[in-house]
T-cell receptor
C-alpha cells in the first residue's frame, strides 16, 4: 500500500545531542512537509519541499534543518535539541503545492529530550 | 493575523449526534479541511469544503459558510472509536494550511 513512513516512531535523545528523524513516501508526491506538534496544540509547519525547492517557515528556529536527497526521502535534523523541542514530529506529503490537495501524514515520531 | 477557533473539548454519548464548530479568519480562503487525530497518532483526512453547503460522507458531514467564516463537522451515530481530536484547517491565499488546535471529543457509553 502506498504510504508515508516515519522512523523511528519514538526517539529519545539527550539535551544538546543531535538527532535525525526520517520520513519516506511511496506515494510519489512532489511536496513533503515537516510539522511539529505539541500536546493539545495545532501542528506547526517547520518547512516544506516542492521537489527540491526548500521553503523554510519564517519562525522555524535555526536549530532545525532539513534534507531531501530524492523524491522519496526527507530528513529532519535537530542540531542541539532543547527540552522545548520535545514534541511529535509529523511528516506529510501532497501532490502539489499551491493546490487544494489533501496532505497525507505519516504516523509521527515522538521525540523525548532528557 | 490568521486564526482558527474551535472548542477545546466536547463530550457526547455513544449513538448520539455531535456538531463541532470552527470559525476561521485567514488572508484569502481556498477551502477548509477537517482531520481526525487519535491520541498519539497522525491526523487523517476526513473532509474538504470550498463551496458553501453541506457535504455528507457516511456518518460524517461537513458544512461551510464562506460569508460567515464558519464550518462545522457533524458526527452521527457516535461510536466509541470516534473518541479523538478533530482538527479544522483553512487554506489561505498562499495555499498555506492554517491549523486549529483541535477539539478533543470524548464519547461516553
Amino acid at each position: 500500500d502506498a504510504m508515508v513512513i516515519q522512523n523511528p516512531r519514538y526517539q529519545v535523545t539527550q539535551f544538546g545531542k543531535p538527532v535525525t528523524l526520517s520520513c519516506s513516501q511511496t506515494l510519489n508526491h512532489n511536496v513533503m512537509y515537516w510539522y511539529q506538534q505539541k500536546s493539545s496544540q495545532a501542528p506547526k509547519l517547520l518547512f516544506h519541499y516542492y521537489d527540491k525547492d526548500f521553503n523554510n517557515e519564517a519562525d522555524t528556529p535555526d536549530n532545525f534543518q532539513s534534507r531531501r536527497p530524492n523524491t522519496s526521502f526527507c530528513f529532519l535534523d535537530i542540531r542541539s535539541p532543547g527540552l522545548g523541542d520535545a514534541a511529535m514530529y509529523l511528516c506529510a506529503t501532497s501532490t502539489k503545492r499551491g493546490g487544494t490537495d489533501t496532505q497525507y501524514f505519516g504516523p509521527g515520531t515522538r521525540l523525548t529530550v532528557l | 493575523g490568521q486564526n482558527i477557533d474551535q472548542p477545546t473539548e466536547m463530550t457526547a454519548t455513544e449513538g448520539a449526534i455531535v456538531q463541532i464548530n470552527c470559525t476561521y479568519q485567514t488572508s484569502g480562503f481556498n477551502g477548509l479541511f477537517w482531520y481526525q487525530q487519535h491520541a498519539g497518532e497522525a491526523p487523517t483526512f476526513l473532509s474538504y469544503n470550498v463551496l458553501d453547503g453541506l457535504e455528507e460522507k457516511g456518518r460524517f458531514s461537513s458544512f461551510l459558510s464562506r460569508s460567515k467564516g464558519y464550518s462545522y463537522l457533524l458526527l452521527k451515530e457516535l461510536q466509541m472509536k470516534d473518541s479523538a481530536s478533530y482538527l479544522c484547517a483553512a487554506l489561505d491565499s498562499n495555499y498555506q494550511l492554517i491549523w486549529g488546535a483541535g477539539t478533543k471529543l470524548i464519547i461516553k457509553p
